[in-house]
């Protein structure tokens, strides 16, 4: 099965400071893409932000940036200026198969 | 917006019982998705449906069955409710004939199985 890996399960960050959350995949196909949700306490996926393998610049979404380093099958979410709202789970997913990586939960704090 | 409703939020069943979870959205959406979602294990695809009366097996169908009668509705079914079935499950919807659109997430339904 091809992988998604968030090797962070937790992550604190300051209020306003920005903060990185990992997420590596594994795939042999020649055209992807990457999603990135946030769960916050209330249970519901919100859709942040999708990268797709032949971008040629990182997606950027407000706040919300992609760090997407192909040649390291890397694609990570970088939240700049954390609001304490910003405190939630966030999961990374690939295109197509739609699999999952396992979340990090970001806690903002004040 | 798009809008994905799941008929509960919470359920506490016993075991042997058969569960039915339903899943409607409003957007006309081709795919509907069920997941099951477990700490330290993400979200894990059940079944999933790219039209009316058709459904593809994910990666954990063991013990689940699907439904989808109407294109606005998926339903999951637990043919026989057991303990290691307790999690949150999560529905969502994504429009088009392929697999590279956004899905978008109902509120969840939090099984318990007792």
């Known amino acids: 099965a091809q992988k998604i890996t968030q090797t962070q399960p937790g992550m604190f960050v300051q209020e306003k400071e920005a903060v990185t959350l990992d997420c590596t995949y594994d795939?042999?196909?020649?055209?992807?893409?990457l999603f990135w949700y946030k769960q916050p306490s209330s249970g519901e996926m919100i859709f942040l932000i999708y990268?797709?393998?032949?971008?040629?610049q990182n997606a950027t979404e407000g706040r919300y940036s992609l760090n997407f380093q192909k040649a390291r099958k890397s694609a990570n979410l970088v939240i700049s200026a954390s609001q304490l709202g910003d405190s939630a789970m966030y999961f990374c997913?690939?295109?197509?198969?739609?699999?999952f990586g396992a979340g990090t939960r970001l806690t903002v704090k004040p | 917006d798009v809008k994905v409703t799941q008929s509960s939020r919470y359920l506490v069943k016993r075991t042997g019982e058969k569960v039915f979870l339903e899943c409607v959205q409003d957007?006309?959406?081709?795919?509907m998705f069920w997941y099951r979602q477990d700490p330290g294990l993400g979200l894990r695809l059940i079944y999933f449906?790219?039209?009316?009366?058709?459904?593809e097996k994910g990666d954990i169908p063991e013990g689940y069955s699907v439904s989808r009668e109407k294109k606005e509705r998926f339903s999951l079914i637990l043919e026989s409710a057991s303990t290691n079935q307790t999690s949150m499950y999560l529905c969502?919807?994504?429009?088009?004939?392929?697999?590279?659109?956004?899905?978008?997430f109902g509120p969840g339904t939090r099984l318990l199985v007792l």
């Open positions: 795939t042999s196909d020649p055209s992807y893409g």
């Open positions: 957007m006309d959406h081709e795919n």
């Open positions: 449906s790219y039209d009316v009366k058709m459904k």
């Open positions: 969502a919807s994504s429009p088009g004939q392929g697999w590279g659109e956004t899905q978008y």
């Open positions: 990268q797709g393998s032949y971008d040629q």
């Open positions: 997913a690939k295109r197509g198969d739609m699999r």
